[in-house]
């Protein structure tokens, strides 16, 4: 069965950088779009960012543009999201997801996403 599984969330002052990894595994991913999500409390999930297959598609929302990057490795199934200049605002639930969108809206909403992992909590300080 798929399964992945994110990692390096945590706590972290407001202006400081998190690192999240997020492994995939239980089937091929080729063509596959990887992305983040996030959902803060009593809020909706909302889009963060995705990459392509071939990495030369990349999508961030933008709340997160020039502060976040999205990064992947084919041969290992994993996504990455390097989160620096953090602010209390970005304090959420993050989601790491696997999908086969066919437009970039679909990349951009959770709809266009079939596998999803449990999530890791990033919490920033003011």
């Known amino acids: ?3 992945l599984v994110e990692s390096g969330g945590g706590l972290v ?9 997020c492994a995939a595994s ?3 991913f ?4 990887m992305g983040w999500f996030r959902q803060a409390p009593g809020k909706e999930r909302d889009f963060v960012a995705a990459i392509g297959w071939r ?3 990349t999508y961030y929302a933008d709340s997160v543009k020039g502060r976040f990057t999205i990064s992947r490795e084919n041969a290992k199934n994993t996504v990455f999201l ?5 602010k209390p605002e970005d304090t959420a639930v993050y989601y790491c997801a696997v999908g086969y969108p066919i437009t970039t809206a679909r ?14 909590q ?3 300080s003011s």
């Open 1 to 3: 069965q798929v399964q």
């Open 13 to 21: 002052q407001a202006g400081g950088s998190l690192r999240l990894s």
């Open 26 to 28: 239980g089937r091929t």
């Open 30 to 33: 080729t063509g596959s779009t």
């Open 55 to 57: 990495r030369d598609s």
């Open 82 to 86: 390097q989160m620096n200049s953090l």
């Open 107 to 120: 990349a951009m909403s959770a709809p266009g996403y079939t596998y999803w992992g449990q999530g890791t």
């Open 122 to 124: 990033v919490t920033v």
